[in-house]
């Protein structure tokens, strides 16, 4: 059998030990790839939910401006009288109305309950004739 140089048994064995050696640095590598990949699609996760979520206030903003807009025109196209009429009702003292209609609707409930467990009045009962 032939012999074999040993400068390239050496060079041989040098290569494998470096491979070797690049084994967990090379793992490494590969860990912090897959780590900075992990990182960027959370950072697109919270965009998106970042995204829809000023899009949800974007849209409660739009309608808040829709209902006022709504209500400032009519508010300009109401009649007088009835504008009168409204800010009167607003500015009343609401506790003593409140207190009044309820009132009213006692005094009617209990006229309803005095219907209901009064018996007829009878001008002149009828004899009874013995028999």
């Known amino acids: 059998m032939a ?4 400068a390239i048994t050496q060079s041989v064995a ?7 050696a690049a084994g967990p640095a090379n793992a490494q590598v590969h860990l912090n790839s897959v780590m900075a990949h992990s990182q960027g699609l959370a950072m697109q996760a ?16 739009n309608m808040a401006d829709m209902a006022m807009a709504s209500a400032m025109t009519r508010m300009n196209e109401m009649d007088p009288a009835q504008a009168i ?9 609401t506790p003593s109305v409140l207190a009044q209609l309820l ?3 006692a005094s ?3 006229g309803v309950k005095a219907a ?6 009878t ?5 009874r004739t013995g028999g």
């Open 103 to 105: 009132a009213a609707l």
């Open 46 to 61: 919270m965009q998106a939910a970042l995204q829809e979520f000023l899009g949800s206030v974007g849209r409660r903003n």
């Open 14 to 20: 040098e290569d494998n030990i470096k491979a070797i």
């Open 123 to 127: 001008a002149n009962p009828i004899p």
């Open 3 to 6: 012999e074999i140089d040993p």
């Open 85 to 93: 009429s409204m800010s009167k009702g607003m500015t009343a003292d």
């Open 116 to 121: 209901e467990t009064t018996p007829p009045v």
């Open 108 to 110: 009617g409930q209990q």
